[in-house]
């Protein structure tokens, strides 16, 4: 109700210096200035604040002293019902964007309760509007969904788009890998021109446009969450991107090497992870800051 009655103090620019310091610096203020200077043409409905006046105090049947600024407060009030039907309409239709930055993970709930965990790295966004109706979000990145029961809940990114009604999968998109794991349930994945169907303990990737031999899943959830990296036949390249994700450091390697990759990486143990890949590539390391640079252990003193 405060909000209301500081909205229509605004409106009728009847605010102390104090008040609209106040009312300025609150989160909704730049939503309501927004809209206002940029609506100028939406108008509140007709009427005549003079007759409204008259036919209340009639309809009251008593004598009633006049307030000078009451009528100013009669055509904020008017606004007011357009304005904050046009604020929870913006609200809704303005996208949500959800980020992970490097070195960090994000657990939040979407409209529906279903429950997310964004990878490092990564960012998801969508839309309130009708999200009971239409479930759908897209990603940049890695994410772990549990959807609670309703509606087709889809997941849209560059490479392809995976499409449940309620189940717990994972959902990988980072360069040209793409990679979706089924935990529970049913999932329909599109991938260039194909659609593929795999259920809990299934998963299917793909390398530019090639689709990898993968192998049945065993955990619960993905060894992420549990601060394991688990990679199946990824270049020295994308390891190293992954692991400047994860652990928020500069990792940079000439080293061209045409092996790849399958095994598990510890997420919470940066030297070890580190011994890993050197013993694997052959390479050393050599640290400064947050600055790691791998060579060859032939290569560069």
Known sequence: MKEQFDLAKWLAGEMTEAELKAFEASAEFP??????????NLSAPHFNADEMYRQILERR????????????????????????GTVFLFRSLTPVTVTAGNGEQITFLLPDDSKVTLNAGSEISYTRWDWDNHRKL?????????VAKGKKFAVKTTLGKVTVLGTQFNVKSRGDRFDVT??????????????????????????????????????????WTADELVFNRESLNDIIDELNRQYNFTITSNVQANQLFTGTLPLKNISQALEIICETYHLKASQSGRKIQLDAVNGPQ
Do not use: M
Request: hydrophobic fraction near 40%; charged fraction near 20%; proline fraction near 5%.
């Open 31 to 40: 939503d309501y200035e927004r809209i206002r200077r940029h609506s100028g």
């Open 182 to 223: 089924c935990y529970e349930g049913r999932v329909r994945v599109d991938y260039a021109n194909t659609a593929t169907v795999i259920t809990h303990g299934q998963s299917v990737s793909f390398d530019d446009g090639t689709q990898l031999p993968t192998a049945a899943v065993v955990v619960p959830a993905p060894e």
């Open 61 to 84: 049947n008593r004598k009633v002293h006049t307030i000078p600024l009451f009528r100013k407060w009669i055509a904020a009030a008017a606004v007011i019902v357009v304005l904050l």
């Open 138 to 146: 897209d990603l940049s990145g890695e994410a772990y969904f549990r």
